[in-house]
């Protein structure tokens, strides 16, 4: 089973740059998430979708984008990278609310983006 | 707006000592609670999770964590720390009736030999 997979794993930008970071799950799961990772801050969510074609904002959106074009899939784009988007990148997925397992969320192994 | 506050940052225990990690939340209604664990360059990993009912959860490798809501608490216990446990470990909340969930800054756990 591959849970949920990210691509690239590590990635170093120059400032203004552009990159998107795929994400992909085979659970059929509803939702989908990308978080960042700072030291001393925990996850904070970036971007979330509940549903095939529809995304929201989280906590810090300024500086992202994301697509989800087919459920499985869940892309974050950086349109013009900055240095205070060094960071590391976690994708998640959950079942709908209400149904079996909801709520609990499987992450990826990370995306460590580096931006100089 | 919903929290999570875990207070200490890192913590050292012996290996076979008892371990107790606390978490405080801020969110109006019960809430559904968990603990995931984090190890070096791993994505995180649920430990247990609170949804209703019993207050004490058992979850994985061992470890427990009890609901208290006159105390706004989900605290982890293990009563014996093993060198594995080593990890970093987060605490957080998700409303009943929403789609996200918030972590608290992490606890990193040390065990000594």
């Known amino acids: 089973n591959a849970g949920v997979t990210q691509t690239p794993k590590f990635r170093v930008l120059k400032t203004g740059q552009s990159m998107t970071l795929l994400c992909a799950q085979d659970?059929?799961?509803?939702?989908m998430y990308w978080y960042r990772q700072d030291p001393g801050m925990g996850l904070r969510l970036i971007h979330y979708?509940?549903?095939?074609?529809?995304?929201a904002k989280g906590e810090v959106p300024d500086g992202y984008n994301v697509s989800r074009l087919k459920k499985q899939n869940f892309l974050l784009g950086l349109e013009s990278a900055a240095p205070s988007q060094t960071s590391v990148y976690f994708c998640?997925?959950?079942?709908?609310?209400?149904?079996?397992?909801?709520?609990?969320?499987?992450f990826g192994a990370g995306s460590r983006l580096t931006v100089l | 707006a919903q929290s999570v506050t875990q207070p200490d940052i890192h913590i050292t225990v012996s290996e076979g000592a008892s371990l107790e990690l606390r978490c405080n939340y801020s969110?109006?209604?019960?809430?559904?609670l968990f603990w995931y664990v984090q190890s070096p360059g791993q994505g995180l990993q649920l430990l247990l999770k609170?949804?209703?009912?019993?207050?004490l959860v058992q979850g994985i490798k061992g470890f427990e964590a009890e609901f208290k809501r006159s105390q706004s608490s989900f605290n982890l216990r293990k009563p014996s720390v093993h060198w594995s446990d080593a990890a970093e470990y987060f605490c957080?909340?998700?409303?009943?009736?929403?789609?996200?969930?918030?972590f608290g800054a992490g606890t990193r756990l040390f065990v000594k030999a």
């Open positions: 957080a909340v998700r409303d009943t009736g929403g789609f996200k969930t918030i």
């Open positions: 969110y109006g209604a019960t809430p559904y």
């Open positions: 979708s509940v549903g095939e074609g529809t995304t």
């Open positions: 998640a997925s959950s079942s709908r609310t209400g149904s079996s397992g909801a709520n609990v969320l499987t």
């Open positions: 659970m059929n799961h509803e939702y």
């Open positions: 609170y949804f209703s009912g019993d207050t």
